[in-house]
């Protein structure tokens, strides 16, 4: 299971970091991903973390203000979003794929298998 939090309100050039906790012993056969819903639109990615956490990749429109960790430790998946923009408004999501491959984590959305609850994110201009 995946619980995602962390969410809220931030101004323009503001930040916030969501959390998204795993639970379960298979933590480090997944690759995770963060997606997210705007109102009226389709779900979008957002950035992937391979299993091994050594390969990320993020949607071009988040490059460079936003940064995918985790920490296995704690069974954590984060998200570190700087110089927010309101266009980034929307419910996040965090999941996960269950996968034998440490490159490329997965980018569209199908190939999840398991979703977290999501978390709001309001950017106000």
């Known amino acids: 299971q995946l619980q995602a939090s962390g969410g809220g309100l931030v101004q323009a050039g503001g930040s916030l970091t969501l959390s998204c906790a795993a639970s379960?012993?298979?933590?480090?056969?997944?690759?995770f991903g963060w997606f997210r819903q705007a109102p009226g639109k389709g779900r979008e990615f957002v950035a992937a973390i391979s299993r091994n956490g050594r390969f990320i990749n993020y949607n071009d429109s988040v490059k460079g203000r936003f940064t995918c960790s985790k920490d296995s430790a704690k069974k954590m998946v984060y998200l570190q979003m700087n110089g927010m923009k309101p266009e980034d408004t929307a419910i996040y999501y965090c999941?996960?794929?269950?996968?034998?491959?440490?490159?490329?984590?997965?980018?569209?959305?199908?190939?999840?298998?398991?979703w977290g609850q999501g978390t709001q994110v309001t950017v106000s201009s």
């Open positions: 379960g012993p298979s933590y480090s056969r997944y690759a």
């Open positions: 999941a996960a794929k269950q996968t034998i491959l440490t490159v490329d984590p997965p980018t569209e959305a199908a190939n999840y298998d398991t």
